[in-house]
């Protein structure tokens, strides 16, 4: 029996025990991710996102860049960052549909519904929750939290119990068929640590994601931050999300 057979067993079978407890405890306090670079101080920063509900086109190309980037399996069902297409029709009704999802490159032309009033397209990704509830039931220490407010994976620790797939409200994790870990967006962390922008964010042709620090007074996404109506998804969880949202629409969930 390896470590990870080990490990799941004891979660499985005596989750109360002190000895889990704190193996927890010191898993937690070693997790690592992905290497910062020499000179870099988490504690200087606080990172978020923004998202333009009203530039997006559905193009999908930061999905297509995030899984270049990050090595996502290919399968059009694994993603870290995802488009969702809303539909409102005259009869109050709303129809949601991820188009990040089919095999094949998007239909170019649609046939015309006559009782769709109105419709747009909804990036979403993992929220960086400053409150993140999949930190609090990884029973490993698998998840962590940066100081820089970054929660990440330690592939090393995980044992794919998938007890943060389920505890995420947003659907942001997935389980990666290979590694057999937990996987999702990261804020491509290896790459904001040395001063670039998350792969979607620089190839968003219409810049409807905007990336930034929020202890940067003058960072875009502050600003952004200042001039918009923002709003956050599901706010009754108080998971306090890091992911900002303007002129989203109140269907959206």
Known sequence: ????????????????????????????????????????DATRHWYGMGIDVGKCIGCNRCVEACKAENNVPDEPFYFRTWIERYRIHSDGETTVECISTRAGPPEQVEPEDPTVVRTFFVPKLCNQCANPPCVQVCPVGATFQTQDGVVLVDAQRCIGCRYCIQACPYGARYLNPTTRTADKCTFCYHRITEGLLPACVEVCPTEARIFGDLKAHADRLVRFHRVNEISVLKPDLNTEPKVLYARLDGEVR
């Open 1 to 40: 029996m390896n470590k990870r057979e080990f490990l799941t067993d004891a979660i499985l079978f005596i989750p109360a025990a002190g000895v889990l407890q704190a193996l927890v405890a010191e898993a937690a306090a070693n997790a690592v991710g992905p290497a910062a670079p020499d000179g870099y």
